[in-house]
């Protein structure tokens, strides 16, 4: 047998229908042995189909008494792996509506045994014009993508994808990570970046049924809970910012009048400094414990967070200030650009280095 067909298949399920049993039969016709099936909270009338997993295709069943979301599904079967008594040597999560194919299952499994130390991606293309897309689908996975190389420095071309490959070394790492419900999978990648797990993509074939009508994501709500980390972030920043340009200008207005014989660009940099001290205090302490729910020690975070600041306040200050001698428009204008500049290198290092 080759090996990749001992690695576990991990199917979250809420309500299913008879795709669920069409994707089992291809599974066990490919010749995959470990399937694994976590009812998440299903009505009492989706039970035969989970007794058909059972009873028909030989599979795990595990079940959930309430819906707790696809986050806490993965968990489950993570647990349940790595806890049995035959060694396990990975996992790949699939959908229960039809929309991967096996030969796409197979080749993420064959990488789960060649990579044990990556996060194995099965990525779609979303480049091209495929009609087959729904709108939504193309617009978010392409918005997600954008956000997540712009904010995080990752490259990932799909990361709305279920079909993904674990080992039992990152199936346990992942056990740890944050979320409960889609939010999981995107927290999922966050972790793999932070711990220098490596992301492997594997592309496979984009297919949609029914315009993914079977899927349960809620476009509102879970997308709030995706972008979660990058919304706190951006409502902290943005009260900062607040902060910071009411005392800039408040400053810049006072230095005019005691030192009304100093150059502009020297008030520039004097009212720019001043004014972050007074939002860094405030931008600080609100990211280590709403944003980054930092626990290290305050004293070196602290420390980290003062030469981040010193080094954007010194580019702000003097960007500003030059840009000002060359163009000659108005400061405060000049500032709002350039620190919404600055604001994007800034969480990538608070997360990646000061708040890590």
């Known amino acids: 047998m080759e090996l990749y067909r001992s690695v576990a298949i991990i199917i ?4 299913p229908d008879n795709k669920l049993l069409a994707l089992l039969a291809d ?3 490919a010749g995959f042995t470990r399937l694994l099936v976590v009812n998440d909270g299903s009505s009492a009338e989706y039970d035969d189909y989970f007794n058909e997993a059972r009873n028909s295709y030989g599979c795990t069943v595990l079940r959930h008494a309430v819906n707790q979301g696809k986050g806490r599904a993965l968990k489950t079967a993570f647990n349940y792996l790595l806890n049995e008594d035959e060694p396990c040597p990975g996992a790949v999560t ?3 509506d039809g929309q991967h194919r096996i030969t796409d299952t197979i080749a993420v499994a ?3 045994i060649d990579y044990p130390d990556s996060l194995i991606m099965g990525c779609r293309d979303f480049s091209g014009n495929n009609p087959n897309i729904p709108a939504r689908s193309r617009f978010g996975n392409r918005t997600t993508s954008r956000v997540l190389r712009l904010l995080c420095g990752i490259a990932l071309s799909d ?3 279920g079909l993904r490959g674990f080992s039992s070394h990152t199936m346990r790492r992942f056990l740890a990570t944050k979320g409960e ?3 999981y999978e995107m927290n999922m990648i966050l972790d793999a970046h932070e711990c220098d797990i490596a992301l492997r993509e594997v592309p496979i074939e984009t297919v949609y049924i029914e315009e993914n009508k079977s899927s349960h994501f809620n476009p509102l709500v879970d997308s709030i809970r995706i972008y979660s980390l990058f919304l706190k972030f951006i409502v902290v920043s943005l009260s900062s910012f607040v902060v910071d340009i009411i005392a800039y200008t408040l400053l810049l207005m006072v230095l005019g009048l005691l030192m ?3 150059a502009t660009e020297l008030r520039i940099i004097l009212a720019t400094y001043a004014a972050r001290v007074l939002s860094g205090l405030f931008n600080f302490t609100v990211n280590k414990q709403t944003v980054f729910k930092s626990h290290g020690k305050i004293g070196t975070r602290l420390l980290k967070y003062c030469l981040l600041s010193v080094v954007q306040v010194s580019l702000s200050a003097f960007a500003t200030s030059g840009l000002f001698a060359l163009l000659n428009w ?4 000049l500032k709002l650009i350039v620190d919404g500049i600055l604001f994007l290198l800034s969480f990538r290092i608070q997360r990646g280095w000061v708040f890590k």
């Open 330 to 333: 108005n400061a405060t204008l």
């Open 260 to 262: 009304p014989t100093v």
């Open 27 to 29: 599974l066990r016709e």
């Open 110 to 112: 064959k990488e789960v």
């Open 159 to 161: 990361t709305q994808t």
């Open 12 to 15: 979250p399920s809420l309500n």
């Open 181 to 183: 419900r889609f939010e």
């Open 94 to 96: 699939v959908d229960s």
